[in-house]
């Protein structure tokens, strides 16, 4: 009998402590935010909840087109804050889906001189998005096979001597624009039609070459590793993921140029929560939390924020290339942009991928 | 009086035959299991399969373009084919070997070792399937276990690309499988009864015509219902061909999983979907046939 007592009033309390922390909780502000892994680490979130009193909630994905269906799948209203690479950012601004931002807001002067009116951002005077990552392709590779001297070109890739051993990392739109760069495209998403056509034939003399296509970044890196892979495009922060496992992995930017990426920071035009949704742009803009940014335990890339490589070490921050010298890099390298028309860009690689 | 693996089989058959309605308020519960997780999920894909994605998203149009876009680029012909190709010998290579391991666990071990064998068997299944999939890359690799031991026997200098070629895919095909096929070997190897074995001899049959004559014929149906399964989760796997394999000549998976990830075509893959579904279907329907009539042979003869 008292033991069915004990259990009722355990029941009971329970129950109240249930509804006493929600009405707590629904005090408390709440932001919630759909990020590449990273923007929600308990060293950057935690320090931010405290000071805004708030709690952040938040999904992480690992591509624009899964974000994408995460948000139209979502009621409106769900998120706050969303993190589309740069590409997205307009065709998300014309959609209706994310909201102007005052520029006066944010420490674009603290950036690296190219995010600060970064063309991807800006119609006009209007500022859809920040930039709060980055980072660049180039040829990760193994220095027990492949020579430095080698790798400053791209056209290491269709040597014969490294038949077999080429990784690529199965998505069109970086390799695509590397190889472009290659062909000496300027500006390699905005080609002709016969632009396209080089690049094509360029693309399908390489499949000899390739060891494997990989579904996701992971798997190239772990063909890196396993050493069946001994070059391969792919993104700088790839190269510093195995060389900080002490793998003999390197990573250079060819003369001919390749594609950066920019992550950027957005807010939702139905965000229930601007203000605080600004207040984590601004959070997240801030040095400091750039260079935990730039460090983070998911994956270790560039942040755009000059001032982020003092709360570096020297080692980290020439790792990530975020010295005065290494950005010298920018200037060999292209926006990744989406391409048009995208359906031929897509069949070009449907028959590289097949062949 | 047919013995006991055709009289189960013979059951089977009669499901053709309409069962009476208190049979289906009986499997309620299963088969609104079914249908709210299996058949109306099935039906989604089917008419997605005949929309079009603009712009990221799903447009009520009705059309045939995914499949005249399937049925005209040769890319998803070659990975269709190469899907088969490489289920049918999955299927090949683990009957071959599974037929083997199973004779012997039903007619050449012990009773008391048979169980210890079958969970020895049944052990290395309690392992995630992905990390099977990577603990394979391990052995695999170009610096991994296999060749690495080959090196230090001096049989080779370079390394042998296994990893990242459909060899390794198979390789991962056939381990994961294989215990399948023998599990289903054995039961209807040990349904035979022992009594006809006992009647061969007796007249004068010797142990090659013993097998040829009752035992491979009465582990038919085993066989063909192995084949069934193995056949149709190699065709549909896609952790394998990915892994091991490494996507340089990508099998029809590879393409439905490419479609999401890369571009979100929903509208595209699931029109492959439904191309496999109906392979399968298609499959099911002609090796059942198959094992319908061995064991209506059977049971009359």
Same mark, same amino acid.
């Given at each position: 009998?008292?033991?069915?007592?004990?259990?009722?009033?355990?029941?009971?309390?329970?129950?109240?402590?249930?509804?006493?922390?929600?009405?707590?909780?629904?005090?408390?502000?709440?932001?919630?935010?759909?990020?590449?892994?990273?923007?929600?680490?308990?060293?950057?979130?935690?320090?931010?909840?405290?000071?805004?009193?708030?709690?952040?909630?938040?999904?992480?994905?690992?591509?624009?087109?899964?974000?994408?269906?995460?948000?139209?799948?979502?009621?409106?209203?769900?998120?706050?804050?969303?993190?589309?690479?740069?590409?997205?950012?307009?065709?998300?601004?014309?959609?209706?889906?994310?909201?102007?931002?005052?520029?006066?807001?944010?420490?674009?002067?603290?950036?690296?001189?190219?995010?600060?009116?970064?063309?991807?951002?800006?119609?006009?005077?209007?500022?859809?998005?920040?930039?709060?990552?980055?980072?660049?392709?180039?040829?990760?590779?193994?220095?027990?096979?492949?020579?430095?001297?080698?790798?400053?070109?791209?056209?290491?890739?269709?040597?014969?001597?490294?038949?077999?051993?080429?990784?690529?990392?199965?998505?069109?739109?970086?390799?695509?624009?590397?190889?472009?760069?290659?062909?000496?495209?300027?500006?390699?998403?905005?080609? $002709?039609?016969? %632009?396209?056509?080089?690049? &094509?034939?360029?693309? +399908?003399?390489?499949?000899?070459?390739? =060891?494997?296509? /990989? !579904?996701?970044?992971? $798997?190239?890196? %772990?063909?890196?590793?396993? &050493?069946?892979?001994? +070059?391969?495009?792919?993104?700088?922060? =790839?190269?510093? /993921? !195995?060389?900080?496992?002490?793998?003999?992995?390197?990573?250079?930017?060819?003369?001919?140029?390749?594609?950066?990426?920019?992550?950027?920071?957005?807010? /939702?035009?139905?965000?229930?929560?601007?203000?605080?949704?600004?207040?984590?742009?601004?959070?997240?803009?801030?040095?400091?939390?750039?260079?935990?940014?730039?460090?983070?335990?998911?994956?270790?890339?560039?942040?755009?924020?000059?001032?982020?490589?003092?709360?570096?070490?020297?080692?980290?921050?020439?790792?990530?290339?975020?010295?005065?010298?290494?950005?010298?890099?920018?200037?060999?390298?292209?926006?990744?942009?989406?391409?048009?028309?995208?359906?031929?860009?897509?069949?070009?690689?449907?028959?590289?991928?097949?062949? | 009086?047919?013995?006991?693996?055709?009289?189960?089989?013979?059951?089977?058959?009669?499901?053709?035959?309409?069962?009476?309605?208190?049979?289906?308020?009986?499997?309620?519960?299963?088969?609104?299991?079914?249908?709210?997780?299996?058949?109306?999920?099935?039906?989604?894909?089917?008419?997605?399969?005949?929309?079009?994605?603009?712009?990221?998203?799903?447009?009520?149009?009705?059309?045939?373009?995914?499949?005249?876009?399937?049925?005209?680029?040769?890319?998803?012909?070659?990975?269709?084919?190469?899907?088969?190709?490489?289920?049918?010998?999955?299927?090949?290579?683990?009957?071959?070997?599974?037929?083997?391991?199973?004779?012997?666990?039903?007619?050449?071990?012990?009773?008391?070792?048979?169980?210890?064998?079958?969970?020895?068997?049944?052990?290395?299944?309690?392992?995630?399937?992905?990390?099977?999939?990577?603990?394979?890359?391990?052995?695999?690799?170009?610096?991994?276990?296999?060749?690495?031991?080959?090196?230090?026997?001096?049989?080779?200098?370079?390394?042998?690309?296994?990893?990242?070629?459909?060899?390794?895919?198979?390789?991962?095909?056939?381990?994961?499988?294989?215990?399948?096929?023998?599990?289903?070997?054995?039961?209807?190897?040990?349904?035979?009864?022992?009594?006809?074995?006992?009647?061969?001899?007796?007249?004068?049959?010797?142990?090659?015509?013993?097998?040829?004559?009752?035992?491979?014929?009465?582990?038919?149906?085993?066989?063909?219902?192995?084949?069934?399964?193995?056949?149709?989760?190699?065709?549909?796997?896609?952790?394998?061909?990915?892994?091991?394999?490494?996507?340089?000549?990508?099998?029809?998976?590879?393409?439905?999983?490419?479609?999401?990830?890369?571009?979100?075509?929903?509208?595209?893959?699931?029109?492959?979907?439904?191309?496999?579904?109906?392979?399968?279907?298609?499959?099911?329907?002609?090796?059942?046939?198959?094992?319908?009539?061995?064991?209506?042979?059977?049971?009359?003869?």
């Amino acid at each position: 009998m008292t033991r069915k007592k004990f259990i009722v009033i355990s029941i009971i309390l329970s129950l109240l402590a249930f509804v006493f922390t929600s009405s707590a909780m629904a005090e408390q502000r709440v932001l919630n935010i759909l990020t590449w892994a990273g923007y929600n680490e308990d060293r950057i979130i935690k320090p931010f909840e405290e000071k805004y009193n708030c709690k952040v909630n938040s999904k992480n994905f690992s591509g624009d087109e899964q974000m994408l269906t995460i948000w139209s799948a979502s009621k409106p209203g769900t998120w706050d804050v969303v993190n589309p690479d740069g590409p997205w950012v307009k065709l998300l601004a014309t959609q209706g889906k994310i909201r102007k931002l005052d520029a006066s807001k944010y420490p674009l002067e603290d950036l690296f001189p190219i995010f600060q009116r970064f063309p991807q951002h800006w119609e006009g005077n209007t500022l859809w998005g920040v930039a709060s990552r980055w980072g660049f392709y180039g040829i990760a590779y193994n220095t027990k096979y492949v020579s430095k001297e080698e790798v400053k070109s791209w056209k290491v890739m269709w040597d014969p001597k490294y038949k077999g051993k080429v990784g690529i990392y199965g998505w069109y739109l970086p390799n695509m624009g590397n190889f472009g760069r290659y062909l000496g495209f300027e500006s390699p998403y905005d080609i $002709d039609k016969d %632009q396209l056509m080089q690049l &094509e034939k360029k693309l +399908l003399e390489l499949k000899p070459q390739v =060891a494997t296509i /990989t !579904l996701t970044a992971s $798997d190239l890196i %772990q063909a890196l590793a396993n &050493e069946s892979v001994w +070059l391969a495009p792919a993104g700088n922060w =790839a190269a510093v /993921t !195995l060389k900080e496992q002490g793998l003999p992995i390197e990573h250079n930017v060819p003369d001919e140029g390749a594609v950066s990426w920019t992550e950027s920071l957005c807010i /939702t035009s139905d965000s229930k929560n601007p203000d605080l949704a600004e207040k984590y742009l601004q959070w997240m803009l801030s040095p400091e939390i750039q260079a935990k940014l730039a460090w983070a335990d998911a994956f270790h890339a560039a942040t755009p924020s000059r001032k982020a490589a003092q709360f570096l070490t020297r080692e980290q921050a020439e790792m990530l290339r975020m010295t005065d010298a290494g950005v010298d890099i920018v200037k060999r390298v292209s926006p990744r942009k989406l391409p048009k028309p995208e359906e031929a860009w897509k069949d070009v690689w449907l028959k590289f991928k097949g062949e | 009086m047919p013995d006991q693996s055709s009289f189960k089989i013979e059951k089977m058959v009669k499901f053709r035959n309409f069962p009476p309605i208190r049979f289906f308020v009986g499997i309620l519960p299963i088969s609104l299991w079914e249908i709210i997780f299996f058949m109306l999920p099935v039906l989604l894909i089917f008419i997605v399969s005949f929309l079009i994605v603009k712009e990221l998203r799903l447009v009520f149009q009705w059309t045939l373009a995914n499949y005249t876009d399937i049925f005209s680029k040769t890319p998803y012909w070659v990975a269709y084919v190469r899907s088969f190709r490489l289920a049918l010998t999955a299927v090949v290579l683990s009957a071959v070997l599974a037929y083997p391991l199973a004779y012997a666990i039903a007619f050449v071990v012990p009773a008391r070792f048979r169980r210890l064998l079958m969970v020895a068997m049944i052990l290395p299944f309690w392992t995630n399937y992905l990390i099977r999939a990577y603990s394979w890359q391990i052995i695999l690799a170009n610096n991994g276990l296999f060749n690495e031991i080959l090196k230090v026997l001096n049989i080779i200098e370079t390394p042998i690309s296994i990893l990242y070629t459909h060899v390794a895919t198979e390789v991962g095909f056939t381990h994961f499988y294989m215990v399948l096929m023998t599990m289903l070997l054995y039961s209807s190897m040990d349904a035979i009864n022992r009594n006809l074995m006992e009647a061969a001899r007796d007249l004068g049959a010797g142990k090659l015509r013993t097998f040829f004559e009752i035992i491979f014929p009465l582990s038919l149906p085993g066989l063909i219902v192995g084949s069934i399964f193995v056949f149709i989760m190699s065709f549909g796997d896609f952790v394998a061909p990915s892994i091991l394999g490494g996507g340089k000549k990508p099998v029809f998976t590879q393409m439905v999983v490419d479609e999401i990830q890369g571009t979100v075509n929903l509208s595209m893959a699931s029109a492959l979907a439904v191309i496999m579904v109906v392979t399968i279907l298609i499959v099911l329907i002609l090796f059942l046939r198959r094992v319908e009539s061995i064991t209506a042979g059977s049971s009359t003869g």
